[in-house]
């Protein structure tokens, strides 16, 4: 008397359960990574935004110091935009010759960049906004 022993085999219901995950990471996957990028664009464009508002205010910073002329103020702003490579910024300084302001007069320093060459990954040539900080400090002292 001989006893066979059975393999045991793959129901149809674990095949079918395996489908069904390969269906759902089909369906899912692509907007998670969709998410995923999504993500990184808002980031990117939130460190623009806090990049521009830095060098503005450095820029502004070293524009109320006593003998600053708007040119010291547009390097610093420049230096500042360099370092977190933010390119073709336009700077906006106001009023543009410090020499005939008095302490307490306002300047303000307006800095503006497009997203395109400044974004990441591929979103980087669709989105076409321009994102902009002002900072407005006063004269510590009258030249």
Do not use: W
């Not at 149809?12 to 999504?38: D, T, Y």
């Not at 300084?93 to 800095?111: G, K, N, Q």
């Not at 002002?134 to 002292?141: G, L, S, T, W």
Request: with cysteine; net charge negative; aromatic share 4%.
């Amino acid at each position: 008397m001989s006893t066979r022993i059975k393999k045991p085999t793959q129901s149809g219901r674990a095949s079918r359960r395996r489908g069904v995950a390969v269906v759902e990471a089909a369906l899912c996957l692509p907007i998670i990574v969709l998410l995923m990028l999504g993500t990184l664009e808002v980031c990117a464009a939130f460190h623009l935004r806090e990049s521009l508002t830095v060098a503005a205010y450095e820029g502004a910073r070293t524009g109320v110091k006593r003998r600053a002329t708007a040119e010291d103020a547009r390097a610093r702003v420049m230096d500042i935009l360099a370092a977190r490579n933010v390119t073709d910024a336009q700077i906006e300084i106001i009023p543009d010759d410090f020499s005939t302001l008095d302490a307490l007069d306002p300047i303000t320093i307006r800095v503006t960049a497009n997203t395109q060459g400044n974004a990441a990954l591929v979103f980087d040539a669709m989105v076409d906004v321009d994102v902009s900080a002002d900072v407005v400090m006063v004269r510590e002292f009258g030249d």
